[in-house]
């Protein structure tokens, strides 16, 4: 059974930077778009970026492009979110989520990820 599993959050000063880490395991991890939701205190789940299968294409929300920076490891089974020139509004739950449902890219909503990860918490102090 796959399962994703996401790492590296934690508390950061404005204008600092994070690197979230999401590993997969299971099998087929070439068959899965990852993609990064985050979801504030009292807020719905957002959309933050995703990465096509191979990692040659990466996608990003408005309110990250340009700080926020997506990578893939095949090898390894690992995607990686560097996030630069940390915000306050920035302070989230960040989860990452897998769509194996086949070529489309990118894939910004929400409920096209089945598969999930249980979330890391990050804060970005003022």
């Known amino acids: 059974q796959e399962q994703l599993l996401e790492s590296g959050g934690g508390l950061v000063q404005t204008g600092g930077s994070l690197r979230l880490s999401c590993a997969f395991s299971?099998?087929?991890?070439?068959?899965?778009?990852i993609g990064w939701v985050r979801q504030a205190p009292g807020s719905e789940r957002d959309y933050v970026g995703s990465?096509?299968?191979?990692?040659?294409?990466?996608d990003y929300a408005d309110s990250v492009k340009g700080r926020f920076t997506l990578s893939r490891d095949n090898d390894n089974f690992m995607v990686y979110l560097l996030m630069d020139n940390l915000r306050p509004d920035d302070t989230a739950v960040y989860y990452c989520?897998?769509?194996?449902?086949?070529?489309?890219?990118?894939?910004?909503?929400?409920?096209?990820?089945?598969?999930w990860g249980q979330g890391t918490q990050v804060t970005v102090s003022s």
């Open positions: 990465i096509n299968w191979n990692g040659r294409r990466a």
């Open positions: 299971g099998r087929a991890f070439h068959n899965y778009g």
């Open positions: 989520a897998g769509n194996s449902d086949g070529p489309g890219f990118p894939r910004f909503a929400v409920y096209e990820y089945g598969l």
